[in-house]
């Protein structure tokens, strides 16, 4: 067990001197909640802690907070005021989160914890002719005159605990027998439908322009960090170095390399992160736009009036959407490496030892490749392989009648009927106004093509497996849709990550079905 800091460590007192001498003496933790006071025996306590940040999870119980990191492992916080059927509070420097373990730790927001006592069972005593304000199954006896308090009520966690989250002993059961499935095996119905004449495309703008590298170079996209290292006498068009995950990047400004106006940095600003034969390079762009699966037959090699030589040979192919509105030019990494700046960062750089943290230019066997999206303040994240495309969402979705509750409607994407559904509703979540951030996320599941709306995206991440685990199991729902977290314990993020092929219910798969047809 662990030992609270002294910050939290509550004084100790007796029941009485004798009773603290006696050999059967059993130590209780004893706080408020509400108007009341409980004990709880120190034997299934693991620690006490201060109230922590906490990630909310949709489809929990009502008395979950959310999910906290407890030095690098996922906690459940559980209100115990609403727990108990109290009113609710907003916890303050005096509430703790006492985190109960009988096999699977729990953390018990309580409004203070005041003390241990020591206390003699045969002291405790019945309910007989006791008023209680709780459900007293979930007591197991009553202490009198102990820490300064006229009664105290012992609280039988384990009852709570089988009453509130009686499920998941029960889960945890079948998936013992079963084995936890993981979202790296069980997304392969994400591939169905697949076509090797299609162009798998990561798109951005620079300068109104629009781009798009092929996604199987992309090693993954992220924010710009608060400090990039300047690089003395490197080109303009290299912006410095920065660190990620343990290894130095060299970062460019594809606006320099293509002979435009620099500009500052924003919010929409991403670093397209790039590999060819083991070097890796951050190309910054003003934003990331979409994922694409665009038909071979839309593709057309570069005219060669416009076909460039030298450091502009990067474009070699456009693609044409929307019936030609829409014109998409590719950059080819190979040509983008040879470029005189990627060259120019890469030099001021020992390569053949970022090639050896590197590892591979692609994520090697300890990563996990995901699509990282929000909804409200939580992240999410899906793997990259399941994600057919990502779209803007239109300003209007045509309304299909008799569809299943949380569709918003259809929209026509490259000639066929995209089924749209709201992930928000999904995952009974509030609803929120319709924005130019949103975006449509497109999954193939189970040969149904089906589109979710998400409030943002926010990038492609490498996850080591080893910040990957199995996600508290919080309700049967919930554990089938969100069965693991990935803990990145040093940026303080927990992205709940979705398993696609379990969004759909099988009685929606065939609506869905139906609607695209």
């Known amino acids: 067990m662990s030992t609270p800091t002294s910050a939290d460590r509550p004084p100790v007192a007796g029941a009485s001197e004798e009773e603290g001498s006696a050999?059967?003496?059993?130590?209780?933790?004893?706080?408020?909640?509400?108007?009341?006071?409980?004990?709880?025996?120190?034997?299934?306590?693991?620690?006490?802690?201060?109230?922590?940040?906490?990630?909310?999870?949709?489809?929990?119980p009502h008395?979950?907070?959310?999910?906290?990191?407890?030095?690098?492992?996922?906690?459940?916080?559980?209100?115990?005021?609403r727990a108990l059927g109290f009113d609710e509070r907003v916890s303050d420097d005096s509430s703790r989160a006492v985190v109960i373990n009988f096999g699977e730790p729990l953390g018990f927001v309580v409004d203070k914890v005041s003390s241990v006592v020591g206390v003699d069972p045969s002291k405790i005593e019945g309910l007989d002719g006791v008023g209680c304000t709780i459900d007293a199954d979930l007591l197991s006896g009553i202490i009198k005159d102990v820490g300064g308090h006229a009664m105290v009520m012992v609280l039988n966690f384990q009852k709570l605990i089988d009453q509130e989250f009686a499920h998941i002993a029960r889960m945890q059961r079948d998936q013992q027998a079963a084995g936890l499935t993981s979202l790296g095996t069980?997304?392969?119905?994400?591939?169905e439908g697949a076509s090797e004449d299609e162009l798998h495309l990561v798109s951005f703008d620079v300068a109104a322009q629009e781009y798009a590298i092929a996604i199987s170079d992309v090693q993954e996209i992220v924010q710009i960090p608060d400090t990039i290292i300047k690089v003395p006498r490197s080109q303009s068009h290299v912006l410095g170095v920065m660190t990620l995950r343990n290894r130095l990047l060299p970062l460019v400004s594809l606006r320099s390399m293509f002979g435009l106006d620099r500009r500052a940095s924003n919010e929409a600003s991403r670093i397209v992160v790039v590999a060819v034969q083991g070097a890796s390079v951050g190309v910054v762009v003003d934003n990331v736009n979409e994922v694409l699966r665009v038909p071979q037959k839309l593709v057309e090699p570069m005219p060669p009036l416009l076909a460039r030589e030298?450091?502009?040979?990067?474009?070699?192919?456009?693609?044409?959407?929307?019936?030609?509105?829409?014109?998409?030019?590719?950059?080819?990494?190979?040509?983008?490496?040879?470029?005189?700046?990627?060259?120019?960062?890469?030099a001021n750089l020992d390569v053949d030892s970022q090639r050896a943290s590197d590892g591979h230019s692609k994520a090697g066997p300890d990563d996990e490749q995901v699509v990282v999206f929000r909804l409200g303040t939580e992240e999410f994240g899906v793997p990259i392989d399941?994600?057919?495309?990502?779209?803007?969402?239109?300003?209007?979705?045509t309304h299909v009648p008799k569809a299943p509750p949380a569709v918003e409607g259809v929209i026509n994407l490259r000639g066929q009927v995209l089924p749209v559904m709201d992930l928000r509703r999904r995952l009974g979540l509030g609803n929120v106004a319709r924005n130019d951030g949103q975006r449509i996320v497109v999954f193939m599941i189970h040969n149904v093509r089906t589109g979710f709306i998400v409030d943002s995206v926010a990038e492609v991440l490498k996850v080591p497996q080893s910040a990957i685990e199995p996600a508290p199991r919080m309700s049967e729902s919930q554990t089938s849709l969100l069965?693991?977290?990935?803990?990145?314990?040093?940026q303080k993020r927990m992205l709940q990550l979705l398993e696609p092929s379990h969004l759909l219910a099988d009685t929606d798969m065939h609506q869905m079905a139906a609607i695209s047809a």
Do not use: W
Not at 186 to 191: K, L, M, Q, R
């Open 23 to 60: 050999s059967s003496t059993r130590q209780y933790v004893t706080f408020m909640a509400g108007d009341e006071v409980f004990a709880v025996e120190m034997a299934p306590v693991q620690e006490i802690i201060r109230v922590p940040e906490v990630v909310r999870v949709p489809m929990a």
């Open 63 to 81: 008395t979950l907070e959310g999910l906290a990191n407890l030095r690098g492992h996922v906690l459940p916080i559980v209100s115990l005021r």
């Open 186 to 191: 069980s997304t392969a119905s994400s591939h």
């Open 310 to 346: 030298g450091d502009m040979a990067d474009i070699t192919e456009i693609c044409s959407i929307d019936g030609g509105k829409r014109l998409v030019s590719i950059i080819s990494t190979d040509n983008l490496f040879r470029h005189s700046a990627i060259k120019d960062a890469l």
């Open 386 to 397: 399941s994600v057919q495309e990502i779209v803007r969402v239109p300003s209007e979705l």
């Open 483 to 490: 069965a693991r977290m990935a803990n990145l314990e040093k």
